[in-house]
Each structure stands twice: as structure tokens, then as C-alpha cells.
């Protein structure tokens, strides 16, 4: 049975523009909350801990957590 990639979360290399697509699917999981995101509504990531986070609250919640 063939897997569809939509099944799969994507690996990404997250930069300060955008991000690389290194391995294809349709989404990646928030590293705070878990929840899966559709790259289409990706918005925000961290650089320098290579995570991506479902909303500007979490990524602020992320960021402050070492404070």
C-alpha cells in the first residue's frame, strides 16, 4: 500500500525568509501544542531551534520560556 504524503509530516530547514521542503508532506506538528499545521497556513518558526509553532502566542509562549 502505497503511503500518500499527506499522511506524513514534512521536514523542513527553517530560515529567517521561509523554509526548505527537505522531505515532502503537507504539514508539520507545533512544538508546543502538537497540533499538526498545513504548510500552506505556516506562519511562524524559530531559526535557531529548527520548531515550528501553530500561533504567534505559542512561538511568544517558546521564545520567553528560557527567560
Known amino acids: 500500500m502505497l503511503m ?4 506524513n509530516p514534512a521536514t ?3 530560515g ?3 523554509f526548505r521542503v ?7 506538528v507545533c512544538a508546543v501544542s502538537g497540533v499538526p ?3 500552506e497556513e505556516l506562519r ?3 531559526v ?3 520548531e515550528a509553532y501553530a500561533t504567534a502566542q ?3 509562549q517558546r521564545a520567553t520560556e528560557d527567560e
Do not use: M
Not at 500518500?4 to 499522511?7: A, V
Open 12 to 14: 523542513l530547514l527553517y
Open 48 to 50: 535557531d531551534r529548527q
Open 58 to 60: 505559542l512561538a511568544t
Open 16 to 18: 529567517p525568509n521561509g
Open 22 to 28: 527537505i522531505k515532502p508532506g503537507h504539514f508539520v
Open 44 to 46: 511562524y518558526w524559530s
Open 37 to 39: 499545521i498545513s504548510l
Open 4 to 7: 500518500n504524503s499527506s499522511d
